[in-house]
């Protein structure tokens, strides 16, 4: 049994993943901002955290993860203003990191995305900018860190039912379901040679997919 602590625990990928961990004996933490969503939280069988991440500090967020094993960041502004944008996914995501390393919780998974590359090629002046920006600092700050980090970058997210099979380093926007995002998180927190890998996928055509625990072993 592992106790994982989930930022974004009502966004839907991170629904679609307590289920999954709760079954196999885990415990789970669902940090969620809005009070009103524990509800929707806790039917997944995991705990409810209210706590808004925008305004904690580190050792604030450090006092919530200690005492867990794994890190889940799968928060995010959701297309708000560029300025919440950057307070949610590059720098809340930071502080976080900075608390798992203080809280003594070395693992630690980022949800980001397929693009997040240093020459990503999104314009300044393109409103996605400061999404693809804050991504990239996320996760070049959790590469500097002492953690024991995976950076899972997933494309196109879509509402199909899951597969079970992904793509590993797919061509183009890479289409992938939540569902199977969620299968890949949870795979990865029991897969000891994802650590220090950035993973991309997506799900691929019917001959590139593979299982999931095959794509994701070394």
């Not at 509800?39 to 867990?68: F, Q, T, Y």
């Not at 959701?78 to 390393?101: I, K, L, N, P, W």
């Not at 380093?169 to 199977?180: C, F, K, L, N």
């Not at 994802?194 to 055509?205: K, L, P, S, Y």
Request: overall charge negative; glycine content about 12%; charged content about 25%.
């Amino acid at each position: 049994m592992s106790r994982i602590i989930v930022f974004g625990g009502h966004g839907r990928i991170a629904l679609l993943l307590a289920p999954l961990l709760v079954a196999r004996g885990d415990e789970v933490t669902g940090v969620i901002r809005n009070p009103d969503h524990s509800s929707d939280v806790e039917a997944g069988g995991a705990k409810a955290l209210v706590a808004d991440v925008e305004s904690l500090d580190v050792e604030a967020l450090a006092e919530i993860i200690r005492g867990h094993d794994a890190v889940v960041w799968s928060a995010g502004a959701g297309g708000g203003s560029a300025e919440r944008t950057y307070a949610v996914d590059r720098d809340a995501a930071q502080r976080s990191m900075d608390a798992a390393e203080r809280a003594g919780v070395r693992r630690y998974v980022m949800v980001s995305w397929l693009g997040s590359t240093a020459d990503h090629g999104v314009p300044q002046d393109d409103s996605f900018f400061p999404y693809a920006d804050a991504k990239w600092a996320a996760d070049e700050h959790l590469r500097g860190t002492g953690l024991e980090g995976t950076i899972l970058a997933p494309g196109t997210l879509t509402f199909d039912e899951p597969s079970g099979r992904i793509q590993i380093d797919p061509d183009g926007r890479g289409a992938v379901s939540r569902a199977d995002v969620a299968a890949v998180i949870a795979a990865t927190l029991h897969e000891p040679c994802t650590v220090g890998r950035t993973i991309r996928f997506g799900n691929g055509d019917t001959d590139a997919a593979v299982p999931i625990a095959e794509a994701l072993s070394c």
